[in-house]
């Protein structure tokens, strides 16, 4: 193998730049050329593609976002773009693509592999609703994004004696709510993963005013439902009154943080390795601390677990 290229595809996540650099930087100490793919798959279509030198990936390790760009492209979901997509990359004597992205990223990656073209894959999501790795890069970003966010709007609450919904990302996981959630004691956590009932909301909230609580987080994941329609439902059927706070976009953005910097670098380098080593249809993971991969189809059908202890320990935690 003597060229490879890297794309970044779906939601942008903080780490997915470091990657990159990875990418690069290691196919190049391996004797490659890289190639970097701007805009994801549409730009694979288009063959949008620019080799990238040690000094294209200087300076961004630090940056969120992706230098590459990301789109989403339902085009590419049919034989014939892909087939397009393969004939740039081969055009260019390119031989296998590393693929930074979600399930939907992942998913396309498989139809490349299938129609013949070696592709590996790299967990790049905030949301952590991969299999086949503990974390995803990105996660622990967010994470700590939305725990700063929070810690903030308790100062708040606290001063006001005010509950607060915070609606957090993460689309159908409850990974950023549950994590989040458990490390600002948050009185509830709201998950998709797991049924709710309003009682013990309501429960909760009475419980922390009898005991002289000054204030209530409860974080929500954006797949349960929004936060003003919880908000909506204490106050209609309880006169509970709540302030909705939902952190939107910037979950996804800011400076990586050392642990997703470190994934992201050591995943990025493996992806190289299983390239030269003539391997496809893989997704790069960490679990329990090692590098693993397993076949991208089998990723694809299988849920990512929820982690059952912190759900246990949070119930625990904020009786
Ligand atoms: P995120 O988790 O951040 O949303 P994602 O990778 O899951 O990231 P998607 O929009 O679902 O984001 O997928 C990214 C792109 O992957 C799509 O826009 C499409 O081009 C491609 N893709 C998704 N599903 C398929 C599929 N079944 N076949 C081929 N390509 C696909």
Do not use: W
């Not at 790049?124 to 990105?138: E, M, P, S, V």
């Not at 966010?149 to 990302?169: L, P």
């Not at 990974?175 to 998950?191: H, R």
């Not at 439902?233 to 943080?257: F, K, N, W």
């Amino acid at each position: 193998m003597k060229k490879i290229a890297v794309l970044t595809s779906g939601g942008d996540s903080p780490g997915m730049n470091a990657a990159i650099r990875a990418v690069v930087r290691k196919g190049i100490y391996s004797g490659l050329e890289v190639y970097g793919v701007y805009q994801g798959y549409a730009g694979l279509m288009e063959g949008n593609l620019k080799k990238l030198d040690l000094g294209s990936v200087g300076d961004i390790i630090h940056r969120g976002g992706t230098i590459l760009y990301s789109a989403r492209s339902e085009e590419f979901k049919k034989d014939e773009s892909q087939a397009k997509a393969i004939e740039h990359l081969r055009h260019l004597g390119i031989e296998g693509l590393v693929v930074i992205g979600g399930d939907g990223s992942y998913r396309g990656a498989a139809k490349l592999t299938e129609k013949g073209f070696p592709c590996v894959c790299l967990p790049g999501t905030i949301d952590n609703d991969i299999a086949g790795t503990d974390y995803t890069i990105g996660f622990d970003t967010a994470l700590n994004t939305v725990i700063s966010s929070i810690d903030k709007i308790r100062d708040t609450a606290t001063s006001h004696d005010r509950a607060f919904i915070i609606e957090v990302m993460g689309r159908h996981a409850g990974d950023i709510a549950l994590f989040s959630g458990l490390a600002v004691g948050a009185e509830s956590i709201i998950i998709p993963e797991r049924p709710f009932e309003i009682e013990d909301i309501v429960q909760k909230l009475h419980k922390g005013i009898e005991r002289g609580k000054k204030h209530s987080i409860i974080v929500l994941a954006e797949g349960v439902c929004t936060g003003n329609e919880l908000s909506k439902l204490l106050v209609d059927q309880y006169q509970i009154e709540t302030h909705v706070s939902v952190l939107g976009h910037m979950q996804r953005g800011g400076s990586p943080t050392g642990l997703d910097r470190i994934l992201a670098s050591r995943l990025g380098a493996r992806a190289v390795e299983l390239l030269v080593e003539g391997k496809s249809g893989r997704a790069i993971g960490m679990q329990k601390q090692e590098i693993v991969d397993h076949s991208i189809n089998r990723i694809l059908n299988q849920k990512d677990p929820l982690s059952e202890g912190v759900y246990t320990l949070s119930q625990q935690l904020s009786i």
